[in-house]
T-cell receptor, first 113, second 117 residues
Framework: ETGVTQSPTHLIKTRGQQVTLRCSSQSGHNTVSWYQQALGQGPQFIFQYYREEENGRGNFPPRFSGLQFPNYSSELNVNALELDDSALYLC????????????FGAGSRLTVL | AQSVTQPDIHITVSEGASLELRCNYSYGATPYLFWYVQSPGQGLQLLLK??????LVQGIKGFEAEFKRSQSSFNLRKPSVHWSDAAEYFCAVGPLEGTGTASKLTFGTGTRLQVTL
């Protein structure tokens, strides 16, 4: 059984640009969540996707958006990048929208210059 | 609002010594409690979780945690630490399954464990 895979692993962007991060969920998992982990901090919940719709969101502005595809994979899009967006972005999948046992990927490290 | 406090930013222990990592939480209702471990370049791995029942819960890799409702604490312990346990440890709280967004966990800021040989 494959785990959660994320791409790219590292990327560098400049302020004002847009970025797309990708995530393939663990086999059999239909729910995907995204977290932002700033340096020296714990992960912070961005949002959850289930049945291709967002069904829970943390305290992040609308320029953070996502998609979930029929195969349960997901994308995180961030527009108008700011320096404070520099962080490790973690994707997690779970068996169902109501399940709280999460399987995390290794993350995508974004640096905004 | 829920919150998690991990008062120790960095802990150093000798290999073979016992370990206790502290976690205090604030939550409006009965929460799920979790401990995750993060090694460099890796994602978070679940060590154990607790909702109800026996207040001492066993996890993987020889870890255990004790829930103390009166102290709002959920401390992680291991009797004998191995060098491979060096990593970042995160305590988290989450809602009951079926009540709100189940994957919306609130994490502490983490405790970095260093193991000396």
């Amino acid at each position: 059984e494959t785990g959660v895979t994320q791409s790219p692993t590292h990327l560098i962007k400049t302020r004002g640009q847009q970025v797309t991060l990708r995530c393939s969920s663990q086999s059999g998992h239909n729910t995907v969540s995204w977290y932002q982990q700033a340096l020296g901090q714990g992960p912070q919940f961005i949002f959850q996707y289930y049945r291709e719709e967002e069904n829970g969101r943390g305290n992040f502005p609308p320029r953070f958006s996502g998609l979930q595809f029929p195969n349960y994979s997901s994308e995180l899009n961030v527009n108008a990048l700011e320096l404070d967006d520099s962080a490790l972005y973690l994707c997690a999948s779970s068996l169902a929208a109501r399940a709280n046992v999460l399987t995390f990927g290794a993350g995508s490290r974004l640096t905004v210059l | 609002a829920q919150s998690v406090t991990q008062p120790d930013i960095h802990i150093t222990v000798s290999e073979g010594a016992s370990l206790e990592l502290r976690c205090n939480y604030s939550y409006g209702a009965t929460p799920y409690l979790f401990w995750y471990v993060q090694s460099p370049g890796q994602g978070l791995q679940l060590l154990l979780k607790y909702f109800s029942g026996d207040t001492l819960v066993q996890g993987i890799k020889g870890f255990e945690a004790e829930f103390k409702r009166s102290q709002s604490s959920f401390n992680l312990r291991k009797p004998s630490v191995h060098w491979s346990d060096a990593a970042e440890y995160f305590c988290a709280v989450g809602p009951l399954e079926g009540t709100g967004t189940a994957s919306k966990l609130t994490f502490g800021t983490g405790t970095r464990l260093q193991v000396t040989l």
